[in-house]
């Protein structure tokens, strides 16, 4: 992987949404400070190629991970290739994400 640090206008946006239930039954109360909180640990993923957003999904009709260059959604290829470039799989990212997700969940309801 290229270690070069990306400017932020070159970067790819990852738009996570989240699901409130994802945190359990009573997600809805913890959704936006679990956003706050995910934030900081995701953005040290891919920092030097990507930004992170994540936000809660209140509307089921939007997509949960959204990818995007200079504010513009892109189409998965495009994705694909931009992970490529960098000697990335984007399965093996979103599965990345998908379990870094799920440990922020267990983190966030550990603490004391």
């Not at 920092?47 to 992170?52: M, R, V």
């Not at 089921?60 to 998965?76: D, F, M, S, W």
Request: hydrophobic letters at 40%; aromatic letters at 12%.
């Amino acid at each position: 992987m290229l270690e070069e640090r990306l400017p932020l206008y070159k970067k790819m946006h990852i738009l996570v949404r989240l699901e409130p239930g994802c945190l359990g039954p009573e997600g809805i109360k913890y959704v936006e400070e679990f956003c706050t909180y995910a934030k900081p640990k995701l953005k040290q993923m891919y920092s030097n190629i990507l930004h992170w957003v994540i936000k809660p999904r209140y509307d089921k009709t939007l997509p949960e991970v959204e990818y995007q260059i200079k504010r513009a959604t892109i189409k998965q290829q495009q994705a694909e290739a931009f992970f490529e470039a960098f000697s990335i799989d984007i399965s093996d990212f979103e599965d990345e994400l998908d379990e870094q997700l799920a440990d922020l969940v267990e983190e966030f309801f550990e603490r004391e």
